[in-house]
C-alpha cells in the first residue's frame, strides 16, 4: 500500500505542468457554469413528495389555474371605490394570478353596515384595504417589484411570495459582501502565521480552485438551496483550509533535512496523508449524514458540503504539489520574520490548568445536554426576516391593523353540495376560522353552477373539486396555528374519509415540524457512529474515539444550550444541520492535537508531551479555527435572512466552543487518559521512559 502511494505521488510530481494546466482549465470553466446553477429560495419545496401538503399543492395546481394566497397587500386611507381600483390595478399585474377582496366574500351593492361586521373587517378596516394575492412561483421577484411600484413605499405587504423574492435579491449581495470579507481576513490570517509573503497566495490559490470547481460542479444538482448558496463555498474554505497549511508546512520541515524539493515534496505528501485524509473523511461523513435528512435542503447541503471537501482533498494531493514545486523559490525570496511569538509558555499554560479544566468540562456534560435538548423553535419561514427590515416592518404593519392571518385552501370532491354546506358550517364553527369563500357559501347549494359567471366559478370549482379557501385570524406557525390544522384535518377527514386535500403555508409548516423533528435523533447518531468509526478505524483504539466525539459533541451542547439559556427561539432547520457541521468541521482540531500527543510521546513524558502538543498545534488549530469563527459570524451579522444569519451565529461560536475544549479540555484528557491512549505494543517502552524522567526528576 505504502509503495502505490509513493508510486502515485511520483506521477503527480513528475506531472506537474499538465495538472496545473487541467486544474486551471476546470477552474475556468466551472466559473462559467457556476452561472447556469439555479437557487432555490422557497423552504417548501423542499419537503418530501410524500407529506400531504405537498400531495394537496400538486393536486391543487392541476386543478385550478390560481394558487393558494402567498401574498397579503394593505392599502392605508382608502374607499371602498378606490380600493376595488386598487384590485383591478394588481389583477394587471404580469405574474399575479388572483386578487380576493371583500367583493368576493360580500355583495358590495348592500351598504357596508348591512353586511356582516367580521367578514368586513377581515379585508377593510378603519379605512385600510387587505388584498390576498397569489403570485406565481417564476414571476415572483418581479411581480412584487410591480405591486411595490403601484403601492408605493406608504402601504405593506407581506406573504411568502414577498419573502422569497426579498430573499432572492437581498442574498445575492449580501453573499458577495460576505465571501470579500472572508478572504480579506483569510488572508491577514495566513501572513500572520506563515512565514512568507507568498505562502498566502499560494494557499488562497489552491482552495480558489477547488471552491469554484465545486461550485460549477453544482451543475449535477440542477439547483441548489438557498441554503448551500449562501454558506457552502464559505463553509468549504473555512473547512478545507488546515489541509493545505498543513501540506506546506510538512514540505518546510522536509526541505530542512532533504534539500531537494521533489523528494522533500514526496516526503511531505506521505507523511501528510494519513492526518489529512483521516481529518477529511470524518468532514466528508459528517456533511453526507445531512443526506439523511427527509426535509430535502439537507441532503441539498450535505451533499454540496461533502462534495466540496472531497475536492479539496483531491486538490490538495495533486494541485497542492503541483502549485508549491513551481512556486517554492518565490516563497523562498518573500521569507520574513515570523510575526506571532512562540507558544511554548501556552502550552505550559495549559499544562497546568488543563486537569481542573476537565473537572469542569465533566460538570458540565449533562446540563449542556439537558439544554440543548429544551429550546423554542420556529420551523417555517415566517419569521426569516427581523422588524429591521422593510418586509419585518411590513409584516408588523399588517398584523397591527388587521391581525395575524393566515389562508388555508381545502379541496373535497364536488357535486355533493350538502355535504359541502355541512362541512363549510362546521368549519365556521371552528375557533380563529374568520371567513370561508366556497361555491356553497358564495352562491348556495340552492344556485346552480350555470348561474356564476365563468370567472368566479373556476376559482371555486373544478373538473373533479370544489375549493374552500379559509381564513383564519392566526399565524402560520405556533401553537395555535399548528392545533388549527389538526383540527381542519381532522374536520374534512369526518366529511370526506381520505378524499381531501388541504394546503396552505400553515399545513406546509406544520409538516415542515413533523419532518425535521423527525430527522433529528437519526442524523444526529449516524453523524456521531459514522465518525466514531472512522476514528476508530484510523486511530486503532477506542478509547480515543470516545474522548474526541465527547469532546466536540459537548461543545455542541454548549453551542445550542446559549439559546436556551438566553431564551430565545431558534429555527429548527439550523439546530438541526448544526450539529453535523460543527462536528464535520471541528473533529479535525482534535485528530490533529491527539496525532501530535502520540508522536511525541515516544520521546517524552505525558506532562511534557501535552505542553509541546498544545504549542506545536495552537497555531493550526487557532488559523483554522478563527477563519470558521469569523466566517460563520460574517454570515451570522451580515445575513438579513434570520435563518442563514442563525446558522452562521452557530457555526461561529461553536467553532468558538470547539477551539476551547480542544486547545484547554483535550490535552488534559489525553493526559488523564494516557495508558489507554498509547498503544499497547508502544506503552511498555514508553512508560520506562516516563519512569526514568521522573527518576531525574
Not at 500572520?192 to 490559490?205: D, Y
Not at 373538473?463 to 383540527?487: C, H, K
Request: charged letters at 20%; glycine letters at 6%; aromatic letters at 8%.
Amino acid at each position: 500500500m505504502e509503495g502505490k502511494k509513493k508510486a502515485f505521488y511520483r506521477r503527480v510530481i513528475a506531472h506537474r505542468k499538465p495538472i496545473l494546466i487541467g486544474f486551471l482549465a476546470a477552474a475556468v470553466c466551472c466559473l462559467f457554469l457556476n452561472q447556469l446553477v439555479g437557487v432555490n429560495y422557497d423552504m417548501n419545496d423542499y419537503l418530501p413528495e410524500d407529506t400531504h401538503s405537498t400531495i394537496s399543492l400538486t393536486v391543487m395546481q392541476e386543478e385550478f389555474d390560481g394558487g393558494i394566497p402567498n401574498a397579503r397587500v394593505m392599502i392605508r386611507d382608502v374607499t371602498v371605490p378606490e380600493a376595488l381600483e386598487y384590485k383591478e390595478k394588481l389583477e394587471r399585474v404580469d405574474g399575479v394570478l388572483s386578487v380576493t377582496w371583500l367583493d368576493d366574500a360580500v355583495d358590495l351593492t348592500l351598504p357596508l353596515p348591512m353586511l356582516d361586521e367580521d367578514t368586513v373587517e377581515n379585508y377593510y378596516k378603519d379605512q385600510n384595504a387587505l388584498f390576498s394575492v397569489t403570485i406565481a412561483e417564476d414571476s415572483r421577484i418581479s411581480a412584487v417589484e410591480d405591486i411595490r411600484a403601484i403601492i408605493g413605499e406608504e402601504n405593506a405587504m407581506t406573504g411568502d411570495a414577498v419573502s422569497t423574492a426579498t430573499a432572492t435579491k437581498n442574498t445575492v449581495s449580501e453573499i458577495r459582501k460576505m465571501t470579500v470579507i472572508a478572504v480579506v481576513f483569510v488572508l491577514l490570517v495566513l501572513i500572520l502565521t506563515t512565514g512568507t509573503w507568498a505562502e498566502p497566495l499560494i494557499i488562497l490559490g489552491g482552495l480558489g480552485v477547488a471552491i469554484v470547481i465545486n461550485s460549477g460542479t453544482n451543475l449535477i444538482f440542477g439547483e441548489i438551496s438557498f441554503v448551500t448558496n449562501a454558506a457552502g463555498s464559505i463553509l468549504q474554505l473555512a473547512v478545507s483550509l488546515d489541509y493545505s497549511v498543513f501540506l506546506i508546512h510538512r514540505f518546510d520541515e522536509c526541505r530542512e533535512t532533504n534539500p531537494n524539493v521533489e523528494d522533500a515534496m514526496l516526503d511531505a505528501l506521505c507523511k501528510s496523508t494519513a492526518s489529512v485524509l483521516s481529518s477529511g473523511l470524518t468532514t466528508v461523513i459528517g456533511f453526507l449524514a445531512l443526506v439523511l435528512m427527509q426535509f430535502r435542503i439537507g441532503p441539498d447541503l450535505g451533499l454540496a458540503l461533502a462534495k466540496g471537501v472531497a475536492i479539496s482533498l483531491i486538490t490538495v494531493f495533486v494541485f497542492m504539489p503541483a502549485l508549491i514545486l513551481s512556486t517554492y523559490r518565490l516563497t523562498d525570496k518573500t521569507r520574513h520574520k515570523p510575526f506571532l511569538p512562540a507558544f511554548r509558555r501556552f502550552g505550559k499554560a495549559v499544562r497546568r490548568v488543563s486537569v481542573p479544566l476537565v473537572c469542569v468540562f465533566a460538570l458540565l456534560v449533562i446540563p449542556a445536554y439537558l439544554a440543548s435538548n429544551a429550546n423554542e423553535f420556529y420551523y417555517g419561514s415566517s419569521r426569516i426576516f427581523g422588524e429591521d427590515t422593510q418586509f419585518g416592518a411590513d409584516t408588523a404593519a399588517i398584523e397591527e391593523a388587521f391581525g395575524a392571518n393566515s389562508t388555508y385552501v381545502l379541496l373535497v370532491p364536488k357535486n355533493d353540495t350538502a355535504t359541502q354546506t355541512a362541512l363549510s358550517d362546521e368549519l365556521h364553527g371552528l375557533d380563529h376560522v374568520t371567513g370561508i369563500i366556497s361555491y356553497v357559501d358564495t352562491a348556495g347549494a340552492e344556485i346552480p353552477a350555470a348561474y356564476l359567471d365563468e370567472e368566479t366559478l373556476s376559482q371555486l370549482v373544478s373538473e373533479n373539486y370544489s375549493r374552500m379557501v379559509l381564513s383564519a385570524d392566526v399565524p402560520a406557525e405556533g401553537d395555535e396555528g399548528f392545533a388549527l390544522t389538526e383540527q381542519l384535518r381532522t374536520t374534512a377527514e369526518k366529511y370526506y374519509p381520505g378524499s381531501y386535500y388541504l394546503a396552505g403555508e400553515g399545513v406546509s409548516t406544520y409538516d415542515l415540524m413533523e419532518t425535521v423533528t423527525a430527522d433529528m435523533v437519526k442524523v444526529n447518531l449516524v453523524a456521531i457512529a459514522a465518525v466514531f468509526l472512522v476514528l476508530l478505524l484510523t486511530l486503532r483504539s477506542l478509547t480515543l474515539p470516545i474522548l474526541l466525539v465527547l469532546s466536540i459533541e459537548t461543545a455542541i451542547w454548549l453551542n445550542l444550550a446559549v439559546p436556551y439559556f438566553t431564551d430565545s427561539p431558534i429555527f429548527y432547520i439550523a439546530y438541526l444541520i448544526i450539529s453535523s457541521v460543527q462536528l464535520g468541521a471541528t473533529v479535525d482540531y482534535a485528530i490533529l492535537m491527539t496525532d501530535r500527543y502520540k508522536e511525541n510521546r515516544r520521546s517524552m513524558d505525558k506532562k511534557t508531551a501535552a505542553a509541546e502538543t498544545v504549542s506545536e498545534v495552537a497555531v493550526s488549530i487557532l488559523t483554522s479555527g478563527s477563519v470558521l469563527t469569523v466566517v460563520g459570524l460574517l454570515l451570522g451579522y451580515l445575513s438579513s435572512n434570520q435563518l442563514l444569519a442563525q446558522l452562521g451565529i452557530f457555526i461561529g461560536r461553536g467553532a468558538i466552543f470547539s477551539l476551547v475544549i480542544v486547545l484547554f479540555v483535550l490535552p488534559g484528557l489525553l493526559y488523564l487518559f494516557d495508558r489507554l491512549v498509547i498503544r499497547q505494543k508502544n506503552r511498555k517502552k514508553i512508560l520506562e521512559a516516563d519512569h526514568e524522567t521522573n527518576s531525574k526528576m
